[in-house]
């Protein structure tokens, strides 16, 4: 079974993954095929991070295949996790490049960190030009 990842390791996931999205389960389909370890679960985006979102948006219903051990990863109805993908052929069907996390507070960060690298820095930078431009009494 998986043991909790440390920050470094959740962070080269989010990088190594294409497509990073944090999703509620909403059915989970055991054994879809002949190996055992064989999942689907149809999943509720709820949050994407823009340099990773693989053309998602949120509340997308999508179909997560993964050949990961089930009983270790213990998936719940309902629930949210960290979902680390890699696009298909198929729209809206993703494989899963490493097993999902469950979402919690320094995960989320975590993964956080390292896909908006700089963001709230530049945003706030940013933010006062934009205001000044668009402000017609300022032109």
Do not use: H
Not at 109 to 129: E, H, M, N, W
């Amino acid at each position: 079974c998986y043991s909790s990842p440390s920050v470094g390791s959740v962070q080269e996931l989010a990088l190594r993954s294409r497509v990073v999205i944090e999703g509620k389960v909403q059915e989970l389909f055991p054994n879809i095929t002949s190996i055992s370890e064989s999942y689907l679960v149809k999943v509720r985006v709820y949050q994407v991070w823009a340099v990773k979102a693989g053309g998602l948006e949120k509340d997308s219903l999508i179909s997560v295949v993964g050949e990961f051990d089930l009983s270790c990863l213990k998936l719940k109805k309902d629930s949210r996790y960290i979902f680390f993908l890699e696009p298909t052929n198929i729209t809206f069907v993703f494989m899963a490049s490493f097993p999902p996390l469950e979402t919690g507070r320094n995960i989320k960060k975590d993964v956080s960190r390292i896909l908006c690298q700089g963001c709230g820095k530049f945003a706030k930078k940013i933010s006062p030009t934009l205001m000044v431009v668009l402000d017609p009494s300022a032109l």
